[in-house]
Each structure stands twice: as structure tokens, then as C-alpha cells.
């Protein structure tokens, strides 16, 4: 059975700064690729950050490049998102989630398909 246990979420002001943790278990072995995805109200699910557990690449969502980091520590099963320079346009539910299907690109990889995910956590950024 897939666990997620997400915390740090919360409220900041523009510019600010939050670091989300979510540790799993129970996942299956061939979804090895674990991390992020949001949904605001009234718009499409996006992919945020995802790692992968076998060889720590990483995939990032371009309207957080630059911005966002995600580490792993596989020991612990536990992913980390700390968020910096955050924007009004960050604010959304933060799911924790696994990659199911991902796409090969020249230089990485992209999320395509979604297994499991957690119950999220609120992300909210305003002045």
C-alpha cells in the first residue's frame, strides 16, 4: 500500500521562501521517479519537480526553473521541494506524486502519466 506523508506547506508573501518534505513508502518498484505536482483552482494540473530514486536526474517545470530545487534522501525515502523567490502564481495544492510514464528527451526526461499521489498541501503566496 502507497503512503505519502506531505508537510511544509503554508502561507508567504511574494518573494518568500517554503520547503516542502514528503516522505513515501509502499511504492512501486517501477515508479521510481518521485516529487511534485499542483493544481490552483480553475487550472490544469502541472507538473512541478520530479527526481528519480535510481539515478537522481531531475526534471523541473519551466515556470519554476531557477527557482525551485529538489533533493532526495533515498536512505529516508523522503523527497524535498524548497521553493524560493515565490510568486502569486505559485499558489496552488501541492501533491505529492509519483511518475508512472515518462518521456525521453535530448537531456532528460519529462512526466507524462501520474501513479499515486497524496492528499497535498496548501501553498499560498500573497502580499
Known amino acids: 500500500q502507497v503512503q505519502f506523508v506531505e508537510s511544509g506547506g503554508g502561507s508567504v508573501h511574494p518573494g518568500g521562501s517554503l520547503r516542502l518534505s514528503c516522505t513515501a513508502s509502499g511504492l512501486p518498484v517501477e515508479h521510481y521517479r518521485l516529487g511534485w505536482v499542483r493544481q490552483a483552482p480553475g487550472k490544469e494540473r502541472e507538473g512541478v519537480s520530479f527526481?528519480?530514486?535510481?539515478?537522481?536526474?531531475?526534471y523541473y517545470g519551466s515556470s519554476v526553473k531557477g527557482r525551485f530545487t529538489i533533493d532526495l534522501d533515498n536512505d529516508k525515502n523522503t523527497v524535498y521541494l524548497q521553493m524560493n523567490n515565490l510568486k502569486p502564481e505559485d499558489t496552488a495544492v501541492y501533491y505529492c506524486a509519483t511518475v508512472s510514464r515518462a518521456l525521453l528527451e535530448v537531456g532528460g526526461w519529462r512526466p507524462i502519466e501520474y501513479g499515486d499521489w497524496g492528499q497535498g498541501t496548501q501553498v499560498t503566496v500573497s502580499a
Open positions: 527526481i528519480s530514486r535510481r539515478d537522481g536526474t531531475r
